[in-house]
């Protein structure tokens, strides 16, 4: 009988010579012509790790109309989450698979919605740390800084019909690129939370505006966003936002401590 080796034991060995395991399959794959359909489609990108499609959708194949969610899911960036039966049909919530791709994906959103390749590290450690030293005032100058640096053809080539849409885009996808735990369209019993964030001691619950000062802060405090996690043992910061879409920055920054 022929002795059998551990797969485990290769996984040691392969540390144990100095290799390194990284995300090689995504050098060598990256598809240039899904960041021109995300250009196309104008995808809201945080809705990318919770589409809700049904079988016509996900088999269907059109090189003339290609479908985002259908190349996201045919090509492994998507996979099946849960199933469901709405209004009589069968769908499904489709999820991203694993951190990995999670982290990649969100490194190509980065480049496709600011052209800031070089200098999109310092912008993550900028926002990241800040939050996680509860400095506010260091996490508006950092988006502040991080939206003057876009350039102006980033809007002026792209119909942005949702400004809004565009701006939370940005903040989410520095922050989910670093494993950043959130949620964005975090749903409660009276309303969306545009985005809510969670770490080891503290929770940032975010409303974005446009061209509506004070409006963002006061949303949250109305519908009461927060009520949800009173329970969690953590500090709570409501922070709103409101970008002007004829300066494309911040304009407004309110926020408290609950």
């Known amino acids: 009988m022929q002795d059998l080796t551990p797969p485990i034991l290769y996984i040691l060995l392969f540390f144990a010579k100095g290799r390194e395991y990284r995300p090689y399959w995504w050098s060598t794959g990256n598809p240039s012509f899904l960041i021109d359909l995300l250009k196309q489609q104008k995808c809201y990108l945080p809705e990318v790790e919770n589409f809700i499609a049904d079988d016509i959708i996900l088999d269907s194949f ?35 698979p694993n951190k990995e791709i999670q982290l990649s994906l969100n490194e190509l959103f980065i480049d496709y919605l600011t052209d800031q390749r070089h200098a999109k590290n310092a912008w993550q450690d900028k926002l990241y740390d800040s939050l996680a030293a509860a400095d506010l005032d260091a996490f508006k100058q950092g988006l502040s800084s ?9 809007y002026a080539n792209k119909i942005i019909e949702k400004y809004e849409g565009y701006y939370a885009s940005v903040v989410y996808t520095y922050l989910a690129s670093l494993g950043t735990p959130m949620v964005a369209e975090d749903v409660t019993s009276k309303g969306r939370i545009d985005l809510s964030i969670q770490l080891t001691d503290k929770i940032y619950i975010i409303e974005f505006k446009v061209d509506q000062p004070g409006r963002a802060l006061a949303q949250i405090k109305e519908r009461g966003y927060h009520e949800k996690f009173l329970g969690s043992g953590k500090t709570i910061y409501l922070v709103g936002i409101n970008f002007d879409s004829k300066e494309k920055n911040i304009t407004d920054f309110a926020w408290e401590e609950i």
């Open 62 to 96: 059109d090189v003339d109309h290609i479908d985002l969610v259908a190349l996201l899911w045919q090509t492994g960036y998507l996979t099946f989450a849960e199933k469901f039966t709405k209004r009589e049909k069968i769908v499904y919530r489709l999820k991203v």
């Open 146 to 154: 991080l939206f003057a640096g876009i350039p102006y053809q980033n």
